[in-house]
Nanobody
Framework: VQLVESGGGLVQAGGSLRLSCAAS????????MKWYRQAPGKERALLAV????????WYADSVKGRFTISRDNAKNMVNLQMNSLKPEDTAVYLC?????????WGQGTQVTVSS
């Protein structure tokens, strides 16, 4: 199983980034796919979920209206479009998948938002 994130970097406040996560080794379409972030000294926080099947999504209040999760089951990819970024969004962003009683995480990609 592999989850590999990409797209992180340095951006000014108010800017945008698009993160991608390439998944392999499991039946992607059957899994709920998630984005988390972890800032230094803080616990890992769940940001967004794309549920398998019907395409429904969930967002944490901290990112609702600014971030959009999307998935492409044909390409085994999940993306996170991040707009109106704030310095407090600075963190390592990780994708995860859960289903069939199992859960997987990637290594993460750093996002730094300068003021």
């Amino acid at each position: 199983v592999q989850l590999v994130e990409s797209g992180g970097g340095l951006v000014q406040a108010g800017g945008s980034l698009r993160l991608s996560c390439a998944a392999s080794g499991f039946t992607f379409s059957n899994y709920a796919m998630k984005w988390y972030r972890q800032a230094p000294g803080k616990e890992r926080a769940l940001l967004a979920v794309s549920y398998s099947g019907g395409g429904s999504t969930w967002y944490a209040d901290s990112v609702k209206g600014r971030f959009t999760i999307s998935r492409d089951n044909a390409k085994n990819m999940v993306n996170l479009q991040m707009n109106s970024l704030k310095p407090e969004d600075t963190a390592v962003y990780l994708c995860g998948g859960s289903g069939s009683g199992k859960a997987y995480w990637g290594q993460g990609t750093q996002v730094t938002v300068s003021s």
